[in-house]
């Protein structure tokens, strides 16, 4: 069983930055794709960044140049945010895919509020 274990999330001035953590436990492919969607209140769940195991990126433009998606292994993503607007806030939640289906974490509020 795979299971996704987001942590980081929190409140945090505009202008400021967080650091999302992910750690995927189970049986994951070593060739696979991890990134970070969010959910705003009263909106649709959005892809932010995307990583594969061969080291691709892809950010949504509205964090491009702001936000930075790494990992170290094949079981853990992180998401740097850096630049953090009002419009960042949303729960943000870890996806993997990985033998061809999805796993999501729980998911983590970020909140950007003065």
């Known amino acids: 069983q795979v299971q996704l274990v987001e942590s980081g999330g929190g409140l945090v001035q505009p202008g400021g930055s967080l650091r999302l953590s992910c750690a995927a436990s189970g049986s994951i492919s070593g060739f696979n794709t991890m990134g970070w969607y969010r959910q705003a209140p009263g909106k649709e769940r959005e892809v932010v960044a995307t990583?594969?195991?061969?080291?691709?990126t892809n950010y949504a433009d509205s964090v491009k140049g702001r936000f930075t998606i790494s990992r170290d292994n094949a079981k853990t993503v992180y998401l740097q945010m850096n630049s953090l607007k009002r419009e960042d806030t949303a729960v943000y939640y870890c996806?993997?895919?990985?033998?061809?289906?999805?796993?999501w974490g729980k998911g983590t509020l970020v909140t950007v509020s003065s």
């Open positions: 996806n993997v895919v990985s033998f061809g289906r999805n796993y």
């Open positions: 990583t594969t195991s061969g080291g691709s």
